[in-house]
């Protein structure tokens, strides 16, 4: 069982890019880092990549778009804690972009499943551990801003962040008396697999604006969409 004092926090999409970076800098701040994905190879590596440095972490296996996979990963989460101060909700895919005209019902429902839904159903599912003070932290996308984009670009990705968005929104206020807060973040365009070797951002600043809400915002902020640790517009 973990440390009495010890804060924990559960990421999913944490073997690789803004997900293990965000493990990393929490390990550092002395979290007890629990990291998920589904690749499990990948997985065990990361976490030796933060133990050899010293933390306090462990891989789960965990699909956001299995239900079953999640019950079982909180099965095992029950098991080594006693509660779950921060939920992170990083996993996330951006296939081939095409124009929505040309985009599939099986790439629109796998894009929906694992960007909307799979956060949806991992915070219902692992809810009975977070307690007053708990944080939910959804890793969006300014692509998923319903204000100001009229263009074609990454359109399926794009409405599955926005329904990410309005995910935050509703759970922050079914939380909002259970003291637990909820809010979503665009990571800027972070070079990583998904956003490619010529984005802006380090992977270090991509997971800024996550710490910061994980470890140190103010809990009165929920229901907000923060990027570089400001609240923008949905
Ligand atoms: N990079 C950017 O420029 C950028 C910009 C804005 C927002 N974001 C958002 O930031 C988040 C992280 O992106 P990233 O750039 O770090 O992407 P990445 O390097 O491609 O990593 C994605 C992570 O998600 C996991 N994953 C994918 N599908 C999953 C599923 N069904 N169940 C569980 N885990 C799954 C992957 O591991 P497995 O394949 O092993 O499962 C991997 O760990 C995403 O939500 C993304 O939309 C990124």
Redesign the pocket.
Known sequence: MTEKNKKTVLI??????????TAKQLGAMGFEVFL?????G??ETAVMKLKRKGMDCKFIQ?????IS?IRIAYEVLSKSIEHLDVLI??????PTSSGLLDTTPAVMHNII???TL?PLFTAQTFLPLMKKGGRIIN?????GKISGHASDYASA?SIS?TALNAVTLKLSAALKDKGIVVNSV???????????KN?E?P?EK?AETIVWLAAEAPLEITGKFIRDMKEIDF
Do not use: H, Q
């Not at 965990?62 to 299995?66: A, F, G, I, K």
């Open positions: 999913t999409g944490a073997n690789k890019g803004i997900g293990f970076e998920t994905a589904r690749n499990k990948n997985g965990m699909d956001v778009t299995e996979t909700n990083n996993a996330g895919i951006m499943n694992t960007n799979g890793v969006s996308s300014s692509l990705y962040k665009c990571p800027g365009w972070v070079r990583t697999d998904m956003g490619g984005a951002r992977v991509g």
